[in-house]
């Protein structure tokens, strides 16, 4: 079993939809977690760190639940430009980041 | 700059050459991570250095890949004998503790 797993998709949603993504992480030590967004053909960019009480940055909501041990991405009102893969990224302690293979979202008109 | 660099951006091999792939993290960052891509798929861990400690070589594919990391800042991963599944783009992303990693463009290695 993959130590951070993620649903690849893809998800081909219509624009203004609202979608979600959740990733779930085996190491119960993990200590910080973000989202990272990767445009085709392009390296991947810092999105959102998520915070143990949630935290939303315009459109994008990000949540972490310890207990079952996954954090999740919610877009709102979904735009052409939110096409991207979506990648998850938890920190395992001593500064030791894991990617998901991560999530590919396509919005389409 | 202050991003994280790789060179080269574009490396051509032909089967059974060595090539090494460079990283110059961002100043000061004391994790460095090497990572792989190949074409429409998901980021391969290979690689991860943590300050002084022994490095992490548990996602390396096979011996024929190696990695070293000079003076703390510096990396160099190297593949032997190079075959035709090693193509792909070659990530390297750096970080401070407990912060989030900054990735470079990546190098762009084809193998023929």
């Known amino acids: 079993r993959k130590e951070v797993e993620q649903d690849p998709g893809p998800f081909n949603v219509p624009e203004g939809a609202t979608v979600a993504f959740n990733c779930t992480y085996s190491?119960?030590?993990?200590?910080?977690f973000f989202w990272y967004r990767q445009d085709c053909r392009k390296e991947p960019k810092l999105l959102m760190s998520?915070?143990?009480s949630g935290n939303e940055d315009g459109r994008f909501t990000a949540q972490l639940n310890r207990a079952s041990q996954y954090i999740s991405l919610l877009i709102r009102d979904s735009k052409l430009s939110d096409s991207a893969t979506y990648l998850c990224?938890?920190?395992?302690?001593?500064?030791?980041?894991?990617f998901g293979a991560g999530t590919r979202l396509t919005v389409k008109p | 700059g202050a991003g994280v660099s790789q060179s080269p951006s574009n490396k051509v091999t032909e089967k059974g050459k060595d090539v090494e792939l460079r990283c110059d993290p961002i100043?000061?960052?004391?994790?460095l991570y090497w990572y792989r891509q190949s074409l429409g798929q998901g980021l391969e861990f290979l690689i991860y250095?943590?300050?002084?400690?022994?490095?992490?070589k548990s996602g390396l594919p096979s011996d024929r890949f190696s990695a070293e990391r000079t003076g703390g800042s510096v990396s160099t991963l190297t593949i032997q004998r190079t075959q035709q599944e090693d193509s792909a783009v070659y990530l390297c992303?750096?970080?401070?503790?407990?912060?989030?990693?900054?990735f470079g463009p990546g190098t762009r290695l084809t193998v023929l």
């Open positions: 250095f943590q300050g002084n400690s022994a490095p992490d």
């Open positions: 998520v915070y143990s």
């Open positions: 992303a750096s970080s401070l503790e407990a912060t989030a990693g900054f």
């Open positions: 990224v938890v920190n395992r302690g001593n500064n030791d980041m894991r």
């Open positions: 100043s000061g960052h004391t994790a």
């Open positions: 190491n119960s030590a993990s200590q910080s």
